[in-house]
């Protein structure tokens, strides 16, 4: 069987994407170097396309500037339920494990970019003639935490342990979808390691995914933790997540869940075969469950270990003109893999009325009272998040994501539509203190604009389960509100929200549309180079002709840090810190 290795899809320009036969951006040379002064970039008028392929990138990566040595701590909120690489599917454990594990391939940062490159394969995938199956080869010499060697069959065991999701839910699930026999193995302790979806020659050091369906995007798909080596030997099930075994440039020194984990220095990681990962700090310590404001207020006044200290957990609204003035060099920030959307149920909601909808939204007004900065959102103006390969953004006029609204145009626009007092509903959190604020600026502005308003409160804890209720009780905010895609790819994005297959609320929009689905099949089968400027027409094309919803926020990721924290830098398709890049002095 004939296999057509990837190529390269280099980001070229601010939104495009370009096709060529090899590397790009320093690719080909012997290390890479990233770039210190990127982390700081604050301009979000217009986002670079990010996640292009480096398919010839090669290691050691560089910091200019960089020292080794020292701690660096991470004092953050959240708490990590699951780290079983197999089973991961956090953005904040995904950024713990690039310290600690490698994949077949990783996302690496090239200035305000984040490209993907082959990690432990030796590129980023080789695919049949028959678009059914992909193979890797393995690097060699890479090895352990221990010195032992990683194999092939490690890999196709650490693929197979994630399909044992009735004993470890909550990982991803596409393997399911697009492996041959996904949707009937049920992982090696319930149906054996004999699985014809993942195959693997040691001897030859090549794994092989055997899929249901074309997959053009399974090199994005591989750079999940998933894929990356798991010794059968050292295995203890659901409690390997205490104790994996590194493969990274970090390894686990203490691990009390829920609490604190600590890392060291692997002596066994090779820098030159790694093309997105450093090795500075001696120790990496993350505290977890601390509070954000005690945290934030700590790192801003910069004594003693808190000048090496740091958190993803963004800006902190007690800092916040810290961080606009005197303190504006100790937080980054960068988009993120997410858009939020105000949806309309399309079956119960005329388009005249969305178009109505869409001139009256009060954007700057509900920003405001929710309290929303800079460091949280800029305004969105499409479906997908731009820094995806390929996207050419056009935009819609009066789809901005930002300004008062025009009410008066807005009344006027029903009154042609002979739906004056139409009537929106909606259901809000009655017990937060922010939604409160939200809904006292927003039910009037929409009255004011000629809707009758029924917003119904509910408990916080009720919200999500009422947004995706199967009926069609209320016409706006129901089923996906926000959407943060798995890869950089436009079938991570537009099928998920918008197929007809979706169940009522389990998409944007409820859209039912057949000629839609298939073209967005026809695309997903298309190589990947091609395939951007297809899904931005269907982006443009639905908010111009269907408008299920109001693009509303390209969220960001942030971090703050003490002033010996250096190269803090946001990767985009993670909205979430490289933390491999960091270093302190």
């Not at 600690?100 to 970019?113: E, I, Q, V």
């Not at 319930?190 to 195959?199: L, Q």
């Not at 604020?437 to 009720?462: M, N, T």
Request: hydrophobic share 35%.
């Amino acid at each position: 069987m004939r296999w057509t290795k990837v190529v390269a899809l280099a980001a070229a320009g601010s939104l495009s994407l370009a096709a060529c036969s090899g590397g790009s951006e320093g690719g080909s040379s012997s290390s890479t170097t990233a770039d210190p002064n990127a982390a700081n970039n604050q301009d979000f008028t217009k986002v670079p396309a990010s996640a292009g392929f480096e398919p010839d990138a090669k290691g050691p990566v560089t910091v200019q500037g960089a020292k080794s040595g020292g701690t660096l701590t991470w004092n953050v909120n959240a708490i990590p339920e699951n780290t079983d690489p197999s089973t991961q599917y956090y953005q904040d454990v995904a950024g713990i494990h690039k310290l600690t594990t490698r994949t077949l391939t990783s996302y690496a940062m090239r200035g305000n970019k984040s490209v993907l490159v082959p990690d432990l394969a030796t590129n980023l995938g080789e695919m049949s003639d028959d678009k059914l199956s992909w193979k890797f080869t393995l690097k060699k010499g890479i090895k352990y935490e221990d010195g032992t060697p990683i194999k092939a069959s490690d890999i196709a065991y650490s693929v197979k342990r994630s399909f044992a999701q009735e004993e470890m839910p909550g990982g991803p699930t596409f393997q399911n979808e697009y492996f041959k026999d996904g949707d009937k193995y049920k992982g090696p302790w319930k149906s054996g390691e004999n699985y014809a979806g993942v195959t693997a020659d040691d001897a030859a050091g090549t794994i092989t995914f055997n899929l249901s369906k074309p997959m053009q995007t399974l090199p994005y798909f591989a750079a999940f933790t998933m894929f990356s080596p798991v010794p059968k030997a050292k295995d203890t099930k659901t409690n390997y997540q205490l104790k994996w075994v590194a493969t990274g440039p970090y390894k686990i020194e203490s691990y009390s869940k829920g609490s604190k984990l600590t890392l060291v220095k692997n002596t066994n990681w090779d820098a030159k075969s790694d093309p997105s990962r450093t090795q500075y700090p001696d120790r990496i310590v993350f505290n977890f469950n601390r509070d954000n404001a005690t945290t934030a207020k700590a790192i801003m006044a910069d004594n003693g270990s808190d000048q090496t200290t740091a958190s993803y957990d963004g800006v902190d609204a007690s800092i916040l003109q810290q961080v606009l003035g005197p303190k504006k060099n100790q937080v980054a920030t960068g988009p993120s893999n997410c858009v939020t959307y105000v949806t309309m149920d399309t079956t119960t909601v005329p388009l005249e009325v969305r178009k109505a909808i869409a001139t009256a939204w009060p954007y700057d007004q509900i920003r405001i009272a929710g309290g929303l900065t800079t460091f949280d959102y800029a305004p969105a103006k499409s479906y997908g998040a731009p820094q995806v390969p390929g996207f050419s953004f056009q935009e819609t006029p009066g789809l901005t994501g930002t300004g008062k609204g025009d009410p008066a145009k807005a009344k006027q626009m029903l009154q042609q539509a002979g739906k004056s007092n139409f009537e929106l509903s909606y259901y809000y959190a009655s017990d937060d203190d922010t939604a409160k604020k939200v809904e006292a600026v927003r039910k009037p502005l929409l009255e004011a604009a000629g809707f009758k308003v029924k917003s119904i409160p509910v408990a916080q804890s009720e919200l999500r389960k009422k947004r995706i209720e199967t009926s069609h009780n209320v016409n706006l905010y129901q089923g996906t509100n926000g959407w943060c895609y798995d890869w950089p790819g436009g079938d991570s994005i537009y099928p998920p929200l918008f197929a007809s297959s979706l169940p009522v609320n389990g998409g944007v929009g409820n859209i039912k549309n057949k000629a839609l689905d298939k073209e967005m099949s026809d695309i997903s089968q298309l190589p990947l180079e091609q395939q951007g400027p297809k899904w931005s027409a269907i982006d443009k094309r639905l908010r111009d002709t269907v408008l299920p919803a109001l693009p509303y926020n390209y969220s960001k990721g942030s971090a703050i840090f003490g002033s010996k924290v250096n190269n803090v830098q946001i990767d985009p398709n993670q909205g979430f810190p490289d933390l491999a890049l960091v270093w302190v002095g």
